[in-house]
């Protein structure tokens, strides 16, 4: 087998059955997907899953729906017809993984729900991926990644000083992805030892509330609300973005004091700095941010950017240049480690990159994104069977 064959990857013969929109689930899928599992995703006929609308930026394709299906069958069924219906069940016979995101009750209405699906098939890993969770008053409230960020708090904290701002990416919905993804390879990791499949549950704000440990353990125990830092971090410093006399800016991180009397000797060459009662700690550094920042900046004014980040790398300083989404994509480390690849699409060829865990010997799948339906007819051949009804 070549590395490229789904045949190699670890979850070959695994097949999951997804009934999913938008982008939490389907990113989850995905994930799958790359590792060789069979992902079938069933889509509502005529208008599929509604990413698909989001907008036409890929060759008339939705970026989020390139970026969370590629890899993916797509089988558009009616649910609400007794013969679908019954198709839908013949696959979940025969699927190991179950992974829905519906408006909460919907997949029970459809005898889809987590208990009866184990009734019927006790090897079968289930994972319902919600805004709230199940229970509790929100949990029928309509959760979209922006609205989970509020009310985890993140877009408190995100943003500058009265002017609170969403994170460039739907981090709730990635956040809840990568938690159903990591469950269900648990899941099936137990299934080998046990025999039994699972039911799991995963919400967009549990995930979310997670990823703010930070911020939440230093609000209950430091005495005071956190506030918007902008791009600087909001407990480190020096740790964000400074200006050169060529008026770019360079991003720095120092994070411990040896990297800090390396800052102040071999790059600002203020040596007493290291001894400075203001200074001579992080805390006291970043209660000082504003004084530290102007004294950096009145360094950094004597040399471009380019030859500060080069004082930084000489000195072993962690530094990054801001790029653009465009430049980011160009980036040499991509290019030096070959970490494009390209896939098919409806729209033609499109260029990825490759998932961040590397297997030695093995290559991701990266298969192609599907039309809407363009695997129903040959699904239908598959499990053919009695027509209900």
């Known amino acids: ?58 060759k008339g394709l939705s970026a989020y729906f390139v970026w969370c299906n590629r890899g993916k069958e797509s089988a558009a069924l009616d649910l609400k017809d007794a013969a679908d219906h019954a198709l839908l069940e013949r696959i979940l016979a025969r699927a190991d993984v179950f992974v829905q995101n519906l408006a909460p009750g919907a997949a029970e209405r459809l005898g889809l729900g987590a208990a009866a699906l184990h009734a019927r098939h006790p090897r079968l890993i289930t994972c319902d991926v919600s805004g709230y969770g199940t229970e509790g ?17 993140l877009v408190s904290i995100t943003g500058s000083p009265g002017a609170p701002a969403r994170p460039g990416i739907s981090v709730a919905d990635i956040a809840g992805g990568m938690y159903a993804y990591t469950g269900i390879l648990t899941a099936l990791y137990e299934r080998e030892l046990t025999g039994r499949g699972a039911q799991l549950s995963v919400s967009l704000f549990d995930a979310l509330a997670e990823w703010m440990g930070h911020p939440y353990y230093a ?7 956190l506030a918007p830092s902008g791009a600087r971090h909001p407990s480190i410093s020096p740790y964000g973005h400074y200006g050169c006399g060529d008026g770019a800016r360079v991003f720095l991180s120092v994070q411990n004091e040896r990297e800090w009397a ?21 805390p006291a550094r970043h209660a000082h941010d504003e004084k530290l920042t102007a004294v950096i900046e009145e360094c950094f004014a004597a040399h471009t950017a380019d030859g500060v980040l080069a004082l930084l790398d000489a000195a072993g300083i962690a530094a990054a240049r801001l790029r653009s989404v465009a430049e980011s994509t160009a980036h040499p480390q991509f290019a030096a480690r070959d970490r494009w690849r390209s896939f098919d699409s409806p729209a033609g060829p499109l260029r990825g990159l490759l998932p961040p865990v590397t297997v030695a010997g093995r290559e991701a799948a990266m298969g192609a994104v599907p ?3 363009a695997h129903t007819a040959a699904i239908r051949a598959e499990f053919a069977g009695p027509r209900a009804g």
């Open 1 to 58: 087998m070549s590395p490229q064959d789904p045949r190699a990857l670890p979850l070959r013969g695994i097949t999951v059955v997804a009934l999913e929109q938008a982008v939490a689930a389907p990113f989850a899928t995905r994930q799958l997907a790359d590792l060789g599992a069979r992902v079938i995703k069933i889509e509502r006929p005529g208008s599929g899953d509604f990413a698909r609308g989001y907008d036409r930026r890929v």
């Open 137 to 153: 008053p929100y949990r029928d409230r309509k959760a979209y990644d922006l609205l989970v960020q509020c009310e985890t708090g």
């Open 219 to 225: 609000e209950a125990y430091g005495g005071e609300p």
């Open 262 to 282: 390396v800052l102040c000797t071999r790059v600002l060459r203020r040596p007493e700095l290291v001894d400075d009662p203001r200074f001579t700690d992080n």
């Open 371 to 373: 039309a809407l339906g």
